[in-house]
């Protein structure tokens, strides 16, 4: 007699509905990772660009940055509006809230083109921005559309190939595929399916193996060998997850007040004048640069791996100088993402505690400064210790790195109680019109 559970399983794996949905999932992991590989080569050529227009003079950038922050802010405050910020906090929304209008408008072709294209765009005019979170917001559009195209419209099926394409956006852009897995588990939703692990993990393993045979094998910041001894050492997961913790906070709570409206004469600038803020930022940011280093401009990659090579090709002011660009940037609601800035603050935060703990391995002090600013930041621990571990191939300072994102996740909360995806996504969706049974719409939310 034949085992029912043997020919259950059977059945599910012959299912045409099944392989159609591992068709589209696969298909959708090989765009996102070609169009993260893309993103990655125009990014890199967009800021190279900038940095030697500036070579031949700082000054430039009071020309290139303004005007480039203004058309930026001109283009996005139409039609292209979805493609500001990072694009973690619409998907995040889309998760939340699955509205068809709200879906079709936020993760369309067009918004993944236009966000890909402005973010290069902002990199162009040294902007201090990253595009790991824009890559995540092309990857679940990608993944979103090509879902719909193969019929999967189901609210509850669409949700699957969001976080599919939001986790292997940020393994292909980073090379982290446990970090992408991990990822969508912590940040993009948390109502994760036990079933639905094996499809994140194809969607990420699909993206990561085209990504391999595009670029080869590679580490994000090379292979450090970084040690942490026990007494003196651990001191340095105490200062780092206090300081990190408390400055990611910080910097959370400063984005989420201009959010809001505080102070009143920053709103009223920025509601008034958008474009002339977004320049005015602009300013600021190429004047941090001239007086401060052209480690202002751009993702702050360089100069954060030349840190945790302990090969620093930039001073103590390098951490407050890249918060202060972060800042401002992400202030001026142009395309960019925050992960690699915030690695290259953290990265700065470190070197600086480093001066104080002389006979401690600056690398591994600069390896827990980045991790901690960036949970303090994303309040994602998980995400943060994985990312770092992965960027650096080093599994040695596993223990560490887990006890100070642990401390940085409870210091940040005491500074903003909330993460800033999340805290971002809920502004996004209190702009929406009321859910469809509430105003007494029949219409599905999310089919065809």
């Known amino acids: 007699m034949a085992d029912p559970s043997y020919s259950s399983s059977l059945g599910t794996l012959l299912s045409r509905d099944q392989w159609k949905r591992r068709c589209a999932l696969w298909g959708g992991a090989v765009a996102v990772a070609l169009a993260a590989l893309v993103f990655a ?34 283009l996005t405050n139409g039609a292209l509006r979805p493609t500001r910020g990072s694009g973690i906090p619409q998907v995040i929304a889309a998760l939340e809230r699955p509205d068809q209008d709200f879906r079709r408008k936020n993760l369309s072709l067009g918004v993944s083109a236009g ?14 921005v990253g595009r790991e979170g824009p890559t995540v917001h092309v990857g679940a559009s990608l993944m979103y559309v090509i879902g719909r195209r193969f019929g999967f419209s189901d609210p509850r099926e669409a949700a699957r190939f969001l976080l599919a394409g939001g986790a292997a956006g940020i393994a292909a852009a980073f090379n982290t595929p446990l970090a992408g897995v991990v990822f969508a588990i912590e940040e993009l939703s948390d109502r994760y ?31 450090v060998d970084a040690h942490l001894a026990l007494g003196m050492g651990w001191l340095a997961v105490l200062l780092c997850g206090v300081v990190g913790g408390l400055a990611g906070g910080l910097f959370v709570r400063l984005v989420l007040a201009a959010m809001d409206g505080k102070p009143r004469w920053l709103a009223a600038a920025r509601g008034r004048q958008p474009v002339l803020f977004a320049a005015g930022c602009g300013v600021a940011l190429a004047l941090i640069g001239i007086c401060f280093g052209q480690g202002a401009f751009g993702t702050g990659y360089e100069q954060a791996r030349s840190l945790v090579q302990d090969q620093a090709t930039v001073g103590h002011e390098f951490g407050l100088m890249k918060f202060a660009a972060n800042l401002v940037s992400y202030l001026a609601g142009i395309p960019g993402g925050l992960f690699s800035p915030a690695l290259a603050v953290g990265a700065g935060i470190g070197h600086n505690l480093a001066a104080l703990l002389p006979g401690v391995d600056p ?3 600069v390896l827990l400064g980045m991790c901690a600013y960036l949970t303090g930041v994303t309040q994602a621990p998980l995400t943060s210790a994985v990312i770092s571990m992965e960027l650096t191939d080093n599994s040695d300072m596993l223990l560490p790195i887990l006890a100070t994102v642990l401390l940085a996740r409870a210091l940040s909360a005491l500074v903003s109680p909330t993460p800033i995806y999340k805290a971002l996504a809920q502004r996004v969706l209190a702009d929406l019109p009321a859910p469809a049974h509430q105003r007494g ?6 089919r065809t």
């Open 41 to 74: 080569k125009a990014g890199d050529a967009a800021f190279a660009l900038f940095g030697g227009i500036v070579s031949h003079s700082p000054w430039w950038a009071l020309l290139v940055t303004p005007a480039v922050f203004a058309l930026l802010a001109w």
């Open 115 to 128: 966000k890909l294209a402005l973010t290069v765009v902002a990199l162009f005019g040294g902007a201090s």
């Open 193 to 223: 399916e036990h079933r639905f692990s094996g499809t994140l993990l194809t969607a990420v393993i699909i993206g990561g193996v085209i990504s391999l045979g595009l670029v080869g094998n590679y580490t994000y910041f090379g292979r």
């Open 363 to 365: 690398s591994a002090i």
């Open 441 to 446: 719409d029949s219409r599905p939310s999310d």
